[in-house]
Nanobody, 121 residues
């Protein structure tokens, strides 16, 4: 079994900051790419940021320069530092990770349960 557990969401005023964390645990052999997505009410889930196992990153245009994705490979944890938050950043944020479980050969994408981020104007 593999679990992704997120933390760090909450309510913040516009211009403020939040840091999300997502830790993968369980029967893990290796963790490949990790990422953050978000889904606002009435909208489709969208990519926010991704990071490879080697540390290469990519961001949605809407968050470039404001959000930073990072990871701690020893802890199988991915972070999302969110600065200069705007009301339009309000959404449920989900992390994911592409994981190879012990004693298997396939890569499976796992998702966290989601954490609410609300930015007030």
């Amino acid at each position: 079994q593999v679990q992704l557990v997120e933390s760090g969401g909450g309510l913040v005023q516009a211009g403020g900051s939040l840091r999300l964390s997502c830790a993968a645990s369980g029967s893990i052999f290796s963790v490949n790419g990790m990422g953050w997505y978000r889904q606002a009410p009435g909208k489709q889930r969208e990519l926010v940021a991704v990071i490879t196992s080697g540390g290469s990153t990519d961001y949605a245009d809407s968050v470039k320069g404001r959000f930073t994705i990072s990871r701690d490979n020893a802890k199988n944890t991915v972070y999302l530092q969110m600065n200069s938050l705007k009301p339009e950043d309000t959404a449920v944020y989900y992390c994911n990770a592409d994981i190879i479980r012990r004693f298997t050969s396939g890569v499976v994408r796992y998702w966290g349960q989601g954490t609410q981020v609300t930015v007030s104007s």
